[in-house]
């Protein structure tokens, strides 16, 4: 049967850059120039004929694709391997020496060629998943340089070019040549070794040709800097904040409590490129949403909101800056931005000043909401005798428009009291440039926000048995399953073992889950196996698990499921006077709910494939359009 509950992988990315090829409309047309953040002039490759266009109907040609991050999702299992072979050779990435790589492959019991191997995998990707255990009959490349060149460059990068005598790279290269015609051997192309150069460490290199003070004063971070965020996006600093104000249900307009917000910024302009706003307390997901938030567009939200202002902020950063929270410690989340080639990195213990730019834009905002109605000011000292709850009258969607409104209408285009200039000019000045400085150019954007989605959500490993699979006491199951029941382990000599897939799930809707198909690389949805289970978020789910469990009634019993989740709804719903906790439970709920069904807008623009792998249709789901990711982001 024909169906669109399925999902191809695709990690494509669209650059826009002058002379990048791209496709329109199914034609091949080259980027002549770039007018601003929304529109571009091409030119088709055959016809030379030249039209302007909207960037957003460009498409990226398969042609272009990377093998790294078109790679298949992999397991939990080779996710290690790749993390412990990092973990062997991380202190030579930046310098190694042959001594040293012949040291650690002797401390591991491996060959010195392996360690070379995955440094030159590592230094040419730069990402953990290049680490990822090859599968057989894969390919390499046939470039791959003999550890005696290797050797030739090495030290002709840590003889000459990382000395007080400052050489220059030319220099530096005239060297290789120069000993590998010595050797009477083939020297590398320029490339190579002025790649093996860049991709140094900046602090060592300082170091080593300018003396230790011109390093540290160059890349150790002072109160009101960050080293190395020199232009947009290239560290993205996130945290979350209870907001210092009451808010109030759609229905009854009576108080649920605080709502928490996730905010990303952009270090170098201060500019904010992402946002989440929930009634849920700061997870993993709130975290996951934040990020792909800042990556995708804000047009959709900004209609969605009816909020009259631009946020023309688009596209993949480098790296992304938080502190060691559990919440931020999340192995899935660090798989989702290597496969973007998104850098983690944590603040230091002890360095606060690293934290300072999204702290003070955290205060900011939570000072916004010490103007309105239902605030309850940063402490009891300052908020008095007055009354937050009496006189609370936002709505979380009142809330949420309110915060929109002031990002991009107020604080993008006030002065900020550092930078001397309003973030969005910042902005625009690092992307466009000036008269002393060259802009970079917009970033590089996903080509398929479904992938986006499914990359960032939440995953788990789990056997596929006659009755589907298991998570959480709810059976899910679809025919796509049925070529995989009781699949054993490829890697299990004995045959004995039972295979593991990988799944996805959103915790806002667990009513369904998504299954890697590995042979097509292709995720397909699976409703539960009862499907009169209507959506529902993890947090509604655990307070039915725990009604059945206080009645001492089957928590595993798929009915019973199905009864107390109505029973507890209409309990709910049908109470006149409601407790606090019910308000802000209904409407979580209905936050929820809104956001699953935002998902499924349709969307043109949506990487959705159609298979003849049929899938039971679930009589109550929500899930029966097309895949629109992140279309309602808070």
Known sequence: MIQDDSVKIDRKR????????????????????????????????????????????????SEDNSKLNQGEDISAESWQIALDHYEIIRELIDYSTVEAVKKTASEHNL??????????????????????????????????????????????????YLTSLKPSVAKTILEVKLECFKRKIEPPHDNTIRYRIEALNGYEVTKARYGKKAAKDKYEASAGTFPNADYPLAYVQIDHTPLDIEIVDEQ??????????????????????????????PSATSVAMCISSAIISKKRKLLELDVDGEWDIEGIMDSVHSDNGSDFRTNHLHKACLKYDINWEYRPIGGAKYGGHIERLLGIVNLEMHVLDGTT?????????????????????????????????????????????PPQQMWEEGIWGTKFKVGTGLKERVADEATLFLDFAPEFESTIQRTGVKKDK??????????WINAIDPTDDEKKRKRKFIFKRDPRDISMIWFYEPNTNTYFKVPTAKREIPSIGLHEYRQVQAYLKSERLDTVDQDAIYRAIIYLREKVDQAVTLTKKQR??????????????????????????HTNVDAPKSQNSLWDQNLTAFDDLR
Request: hydrophobic share 40%; aromatic share 10%.
């Open 14 to 61: 669209l650059v826009i850059k002058p002379n990048a090829i791209v496709g329109y409309k199914g034609n091949k047309y080259k980027i002549i120039n770039i007018l601003n953040a929304k529109d571009v002039v091409i030119a088709n490759l055959e016809s030379a004929r030249s039209l302007q266009v909207n960037i957003r109907e460009l498409s990226v040609l």
């Open 111 to 160: 060959h010195v060629n392996t360690i070379w191997k995955w440094l030159k995998a590592y230094r040419e990707n730069k990402s953990i998943l290049a680490l990822v255990p090859k599968k057989r009959g894969w390919t390499t490349e046939k470039t791959r340089l003999s550890p005696e060149l290797n050797h030739i460059i090495q030290q002709a990068i840590h003889t000459k």
């Open 252 to 281: 009854y307009r009576e108080t649920i409590g605080k709502a928490y917000l996730t905010l990303a910024i952009d270090v170098f302009s201060r500019m904010i490129v992402g946002y989440y706003l929930s009634l849920e307390a």
């Open 377 to 421: 000011k940063s402490n009891i000292f300052e908020k008095g005798t007055y009354d937050s709850a009496k006189n609370a009258c936002l709505t979380l969607r009142e809330l949420e428009h309110y915060i929109v409104y002031w990002i991009v209408n107020v604080y993008h285009k006030s002065k900020h009291s550092i930078l001397e200039i």
């Open 474 to 483: 709810l059976f899910y199951f679809a025919d796509c399953l049925r070529p």
């Open 584 to 609: 802000r439970m209904n409407q979580r709920k209905k936050e929820n709910g809104k956001i699953v069904a935002a998902l499924h807008h349709e969307n043109k623009n949506n990487s959705v494939i």
